[in-house]
Every structure is written in structure tokens, then in C-alpha cells.
């Protein structure tokens, strides 16, 4: 580092003085220091910054459900993820075979109330502002509708007669219990809420079960 | 533009001038030589600290079940997680460092000296609180390092005569390590422990600004040269570029040599080999030579005159009429340091 006095700033008032080699020097020198500072430190605060942010590595783990045997045709089971969320794993059909599986989150894609599964429409439905969706998770009215959403889905893998749910590594964190919450009669594609009601709907072919 | 200072100015009636004015201090020409810097290093390597430990304590969960996982979370999968650890493990070690580089030179060049002497004990706490953040840091990854250095340094406060067992229960929250110790370990890390330091550095530049630098000369040096230099710009850059170059050094640190996981702390296990961090060498080694008792009461001997040491020296200048015997004392001293270090880093028990 220079120890020597600096050249003075050049003053708007004063005649334009020559650029010299000295001067050019002087600038170049402050000029990279200055880049280097606002770079480093730049990079430096995206980096903290990109930290804060969730991550998502796009790894899923597959955790165990329940033995497909255990779900009839039409059954439906509430599963928790790790990190809290529910999703609505329904069988509809009898292959054995993944396929047999949709898992949806029960969570609306609008502002995240939980649906509920409606048998006499053949829908779920969010009560909070009246989103609709059909047993594909596809919206079909309300604000979600409007908005083009779907329920989120999670994949399914059926392995030696035990059924899988794929979730994303980042859930796993969480560190909770994940596992299979309530079961419910196959009054259709949806978990309801209301096990209290269950007695009292229309049993659909297959009826199961389990003890409460 | 001078409409605008002049509003700031009727409602934050302060002197810009007379800051500038306050902060500029003229400091010693020989501070121009980087070895003088060492003070403005740990100062900057405590700010890298707080900021990349306010990052990393988003994610750090401190209880026993998910304190290892979350470390483990931070390393392997949040975006950037294994270079923030990285800077925070290194700048750890290189503060400790610094620090201790700093003291050295402070103490050689006698500038602890009357009427420095408070601020050189001001600085052995800094050296404390230093090492202290260090342990309490190491304590939080919950690895088998981790749970037994933390069961090791209890059971060492509690061979402290008198107020040893009580020391061991305030560090541990408990008679041993449990549920709530790390949340212990975690509030002193991440609060106490930066806040005590704080106060105490501000009072060291306090006192460094109020009895200004040591003024030193070199042999060769003209004596006609200046004598003083303004602290801005000119240290201010130094300063600067010191801050630039470390940065650099620790994100080569951090991805060459990255911080990793042991394996999870275990209760039941006590690993076969099992060392500290390399600034705790020379204390682990003397606690082999040593029982229990006579290690604690020794090593906190040691502390003692260290930390009043510019009234010893001026005691033992006084009896034996030699300025110098401080640095002969030094030497033996630093050579101790050293060689206790090297015995352990050599050996596996």
C-alpha cells in the first residue's frame, strides 16, 4: 500500500486537470478494490441468503404405508407425512399394482385449509372458500378452479404386497411419527373428517375396516 | 443535498464532524507493518462468526434427538449449509489463533506494560470468552467428540474445590449430561458468551483509543521519518484488505478441507481415541500428567499469573533489575505451550 499523499479528487469548479499514469493508477487500484469488495461481500450475502431459503434437493425417500391387502377396493386411509402434512391414500382397483393407489394431499392449494371428501358429489371439498376438486385432485371450482390447481400427489410404489409413499427428503427432517392416521369405510375416494358419521352413510361395495 | 442534511440534522443532532473527528485516531507509524494487525484480525473473525452463526442457528435444533440431525441437515442438505459450518468451524480456529497471536506480540513487546496493565487483564478475558465459545461450540454438533468433551470438562469442574460441584451442575443443568444441557450449552454459545465478549471488546478499544497505541521504534528507522499516520483511510484499508484476504482463506479452507461429522454422540461408547480441539492439547495433556485436583489447581495457578501478569513482571523488574526477564519467561513459556501441544497431537493416548 501506498503510503505517499494522494492525488486531490478532481473538483467539479476546478480545470480539468491531465490524466496522468499516477492518477490512473490511483483509480484503477481503488476502483478494483472497491469491485472486489462489493463482489465478495455481494456473493458472500446471496450465499447467506440462498441458505435461508428452503432447500429442495428433489430427493424422495420411501417410507411404509400399509399392506395393500389391508385396503379394500375403495378404502381410504389418512396418512401423515413427517413433517405433519396429510394426505388421503385411496385404492381403485384390484391389480395389486400401484396403479390401484392415488395418494393426495389433503392440504387445498389455495391457502391450505384441509378438504374434505364429499360422497354424495363425488368431489372433495374445501370449506374455506368453496374449492372443488374431483377424484383426480384436479380443481374443478372455487378459487382453485379459477386459478388452474390441483391437489398436490405423491407417488405410490407397491413392493412385495407393502405399499410406499414417496416423500420428499426435506420432510424427513421434521423429525415426527409418520404413519397411517385414521382409516375409514370406502364411502368413496376421500378421507372424510367426520368418523363419527361413518355409521350412519351408505356402506359402497367392499365395505372394510378396521377396529377402532 | 444540504437540504437533506440539514433535516437529519434538526432531528439526529449529531456531529458528523466531531465522529470523524473522534474515530480518526492517529496511530503509530510502526502499525504499518501487517504483524501490528493482529488485533483488527479476531475483531473481524468475530464478526464472521456472528453472522455465519446467526445463519446456521436457523437450523440448529439444541436437544439431544435432533440436535446431531440438524447439524447433519445444515451439511449435507440446505443450499450452502457445508460452506457457513466451513467458514464457522474455520473462523473458529483461526480467531483462537489470532488471538493468541495478538497476546504474544502484546506480551514481547512489553506493551502490557504500566499504563496498559488493565487492558492486557481485559484481554486475558477476551482469551477466555475466546476459548470458552470455542468449547461451547464444539459441544452443540452432538457428536461423540461433543458429548464426551462435554462430560470430561464437568467432571473437571468438579474436582474445583468448594464451588466445583456447584460449577458442574450450573454447566450441565443437571448432575450429568441430559435433555437440557445442550440448550445450556446453546444459550452460551450463541447469547452469553458473544454478548459478554462485546462489552469486554468494547471496552479494550476503549481503553486502546483513550491510551492510544504502543509507540515503538526499529532499529534503522529514521529518526526524522513521521511518527504518526491517520487511522483513516490509510489503516482503515489495511484493515480492509486483511478483511478481504481472510475471507478468502476461509472459503479455502471450508471447501478444501470442509467440516465433518463424527459419528453421533454415544452414552454407552466412549471412543478409543479421543482429543479435543487443538487449542484444549495443552490442558488435555497436563491433565494426563497430573491428578485431578493438583491438574485443576495448577492449571488455574497458570491463569491466575497470566492474568496478573504486568504487575509480576513489574515486580520481578523491580527485584532483579532486568526489563528484559519477561521475554526469557515468554520464551520458556511459549516453548511449553508448544511442545505440551505438539506431545499431544503426536500421540494417540
Known sequence: ?212 | MSDVRGWIGERVPVSIEGIAAMSNEPVPYHLKRWWFALGGTPAYLFVVQIVTGVLLAFYYQPSPATAYESVRYITEEASFGWYLRGLHRWGATLMIAAVVLHQMRVFFTGAYRKPRELNWMIGMTLLTCTLMLGFTGYSLVFEQLSYWGATVAANISDTVPVAGPLMKQVLLGGETYNDRTLSRFFILHGAVLPVLLILVLMMHIGLVRLLGVTEMTFEGEDPAAKKQFNFFPEHFYTELIIGLTLMLLLSALATLVPAEMGPRADPQITPEVIKPEWYFYVAFRWLKLFSGTTAMLSQGFIVFVMFFWPFIDAWLVRRFKYADISVWIGVVGALTIMGFTMWEALVAH
Open chain 1, 1 to 212: 500500500m501506498s503510503h505517499q499523499a494522494l492525488p486531490p479528487p478532481l473538483d467539479d469548479g476546478a480545470p480539468e486537470a491531465p490524466l496522468t499514469r499516477r492518477t490512473a493508477l490511483w483509480l484503477t487500484s481503488r476502483l478494483a478494490m472497491l469491485a472486489g469488495l462489493v463482489g465478495g461481500y455481494g456473493l458472500f450475502a446471496w450465499v447467506g441468503g440462498r441458505f435461508m431459503l428452503p432447500a429442495h434437493t428433489g430427493r424422495l425417500h420411501q417410507l411404509f404405508v400399509t399392506l395393500v391387502s389391508d385396503v379394500p377396493d375403495g378404502g381410504t386411509l389418512l396418512y401423515r407425512t413427517p413433517d405433519g402434512r396429510t394426505v388421503n391414500v385411496t385404492r381403485r382397483g384390484q391389480t395389486g399394482a400401484a396403479t390401484d393407489f392415488i395418494a393426495l394431499s389433503s392440504t387445498c392449494p389455495h391457502l391450505g385449509c384441509q378438504v374434505r371428501w364429499e360422497g354424495q358429489n363425488d368431489r372433495y371439498f374445501c370449506p374455506c372458500h368453496n374449492g372443488t376438486f374431483n377424484t383426480e385432485g384436479i380443481a374443478t371450482g372455487g378459487p382453485p378452479g379459477d386459478a388452474g390447481q390441483a391437489l398436490p400427489r405423491y407417488g405410490l410404489v407397491v413392493d412385495k404386497g407393502l405399499l410406499y409413499i414417496m416423500v420428499p427428503a426435506e420432510q424427513l427432517s421434521m423429525g415426527d411419527v409418520a404413519g397411517v392416521v385414521e382409516v375409514t369405510s370406502p364411502v368413496g375416494p376421500g378421507h372424510d373428517p367426520c368418523l363419527t358419521c361413518v355409521q350412519a352413510r351408505t356402506p359402497g361395495p367392499g365395505s372394510w375396516g378396521r377396529p377402532a
